[in-house]
């Protein structure tokens, strides 16, 4: 059974930093492309980032230089490291496999002074 588990959200000041993990099982995690999306209320569940099983890496325009992605495939772990997070970043963020579009439960993100 393919499970994927988010961790890391929670509440900071603009400016701050947080780091998501998404920790994945029940499938083989290097062969597969895995992305983030969020949701913020009242909008539609956007794309925020995606990785390659390569490696290889893309980002909507509105984190570009302040989010990575990266992943761990020995532990089977997706990470989306937020820097200089804005008010505009809050939301509820969800990991999701492709090819067979799996997600998980999500992780709430709040920016707020």
């Known amino acids: 059974e393919v499970q994927l588990v988010e961790s890391g959200g929670g509440s900071v000041q603009p400016g701050g930093s947080l780091r998501l993990s998404c920790a994945a099982s029940?499938?083989?995690?290097?062969?597969?492309?895995m992305d983030w999306y969020r949701q913020a209320p009242g909008k539609e569940r956007e794309f925020v980032s995606g990785?390659?099983?390569?490696?290889?890496?893309s980002y909507t325009d509105s984190v570009k230089g302040r989010f990575t992605i990266s992943r761990d495939n020995a532990s089977n772990t997706l990470y989306l490291q937020m820097n200089s997070l804005k008010e505009e970043d809050t939301a509820m963020y969800y990991c999701?496999?492709?090819?067979?579009?799996?997600w998980g439960q999500g992780t709430q993100v709040t920016v707020s002074s």
């Open positions: 999701r496999r492709q090819n067979g579009d799996y």
């Open positions: 029940g499938f083989t995690f290097s062969s597969f492309s």
């Open positions: 990785i390659t099983w390569s490696g290889s890496t």
